[in-house]
């Protein structure tokens, strides 16, 4: 089993930037690939970001290519999401989860989420 925590959701201007992470404990985090989705409300699940349990391949949703990026730190069992020029259509609760794909049912474990809101 793999337990998930997500953090650094907050509230900014459209422009801004936030980090957000997500501390895995359970199973050998540092074998998992990781990937993160997001949630607005009334809409689905959608693939944000992947990245492989080495930090050495990633993929990101076209729709936040060139301005969020996912990475890992298997010292610490966290992964994270950098999201920068942010955008009030990126308001959503984000979720972590270990998986790899684009689709919400190719993933096991999920966090409970942190809600990011981008003011225009």
């Known amino acids: 089993q793999v337990h998930l925590a997500e953090s650094g959701g907050g509230l900014v201007q459209a422009g801004g930037s936030l980090r957000l992470s997500c501390a895995a404990s359970?199973?050998?985090?540092?074998?998992?690939?990781m990937g993160w989705f997001r949630q607005a409300p009334g809409k689905e699940r959608e693939f944000v970001a992947a990245?492989?349990?080495?930090?050495?391949?990633?993929y990101n949703a076209d729709s936040v290519k060139g301005r969020f990026t996912i990475s890992r730190d298997n010292a610490k069992n966290t992964v994270y999401l950098q999201m920068n020029s942010l955008q009030p259509d990126d308001t959503a609760v984000y979720y972590c989860?270990?998986?790899?794909?684009?689709?919400?049912?190719?993933?096991?474990?999920w966090g409970q989420g942190t809600q990011v809101t981008v003011s225009s």
């Open positions: 990245v492989n349990w080495s930090d050495d391949v990633t």
């Open positions: 989860a270990d998986g790899w794909g684009r689709h919400y049912y190719e993933y096991n474990y």
């Open positions: 359970g199973r050998t985090f540092s074998t998992l690939p």
